[in-house]
């Protein structure tokens, strides 16, 4: 089987011997590892790539001022000199749209536009593996991205029209750049939002329910309409709102953070895994970090078992492998994966 036919059929529910995974590494890791297999090919050589994502319809459309500052693509100022970039100056200071041009969405269909040709030509000529379509930062992120963090997390409690007509203006901006690409041969979008934080929902669940899920459904309704899988990715725990996303058509819940609330395997599985598929549940806050090589390559193991009767899972750590981590352990991550799979 291929790559791809693994992936469809885990993220439809059903078992496979092989285990689809995804692992990222950062860079100084990254070096080390290729010192350690001396070998600067060895990631190709040693780890099947199941998935594969050559457009990315992205809405920051980052514009460079100067070494340290940028704006994005609502016209917000970074500072891209932090780890992680740091929002500066938000375009919308108070809550309210006076004054202000809000970009319609030719604007971001065009630069997405500009990639697509290209995009297209290289899914076409991929047999392999299963095809994404990165849609990067989302619709609650973008709003705070247009009025800073805790003044978006007030404007819901306190402006909740100005919140509302904002998420749909911005909701408005990803149906048309969906629609750009609907005849692009992919599999699945996969969407960027961080909704939770370690003990749950950010803004809360009613809230979310009010302003948010409104605009992913609509969101998702279109990736349906397509015939593509609707991928999302969230961090912390949002495992209170999994009934509202299921309802809604989320497919399949990214970056699963198994040390954040009700968000470990063993909790979200037997609750939900019949009509939710889940990607990550490897711990970046635990094993990976506190456990020792024998107890990584059992938890991988053990969650490999976990899901292989009836899918519904991508193995992956929650976060890609940090640079601070020991090489004798990324290695160890790398040989079980390709043992997995070998």
């Not at 290729?34 to 099947?48: C, I, V």
């Not at 899972?313 to 020991?326: N, Q, R, S, T």
Request: contains cysteine.
């Amino acid at each position: 089987m291929t790559a791809r036919e693994i992936v469809k059929k885990r993220l439809d529910h059903e078992g496979t011997d092989v285990t689809p995974f995804t692992i990222a590494f950062e860079g100084g890791l990254y070096q080390r590892l290729t010192e350690y297999y001396k070998d600067g090919d060895w990631q190709a050589k040693k780890l099947r790539q199941f998935m594969c994502g050559y457009l990315n319809a992205d809405t920051m459309m980052w514009r460079p001022i100067d070494d340290v500052y940028s704006t994005d693509g609502l016209g917000s100022l970074w500072r891209m000199d932090k780890k992680p970039w740091h929002l500066q100056k938000p375009v919308l200071p108070e809550p309210t749209m006076k004054g202000y041009d809000f970009p319609g969405p030719e604007k971001f269909v065009e630069n997405t536009l500009a990639h697509k040709k290209e995009a297209v030509a290289r899914y076409e000529a991929d047999g392999e593996h299963y095809r994404c379509i990165n849609m990067g930062w989302g619709i609650f992120e973008h709003s705070w991205i247009a009025r800073g963090f805790e003044n978006a997390l007030t404007d819901m409690a306190l402006e909740g029209d100005f919140y509302a007509e904002l998420t749909s203006r911005l909701t408005d901006i990803y149906i048309e750049m969906l629609k750009a690409c609907a005849d692009v041969p992919a599999d699945a979008y996969l969407f960027g939002d961080d909704w939770g934080d370690q003990r749950g929902v950010i803004m809360g669940a009613e809230t979310w329910r009010k302003f948010i899920k409104p605009c992913q459904a609509r969101i998702y309704a279109e990736v349906h309409r397509q015939g593509k899988k609707a991928l999302q990715h969230s961090c912390g725990s949002i495992s209170e709102i999994y009934d509202d996303l299921i309802e809604i058509g989320m497919d399949c819940h990214e970056s699963v953070q198994p040390e954040a609330h009700n968000m470990a395997p063993e909790y979200i599985k037997p609750r939900w895994g019949k009509k939710l598929s889940f990607w990550g549940c490897l711990g970046s806050q635990s094993v990976l970090t506190h456990g020792s090589c024998a107890e990584i390559r059992a938890e991988i193991l053990r969650l490999a078992e976990l899901f292989r009767e009836d899918g519904g899972y991508i193995l992956a750590p929650a976060k890609e492998l940090f640079d601070e981590m020991p090489t004798e352990k990324a290695v160890t991550v790398v040989e079980t994966l390709a043992e997995l799979n070998g």
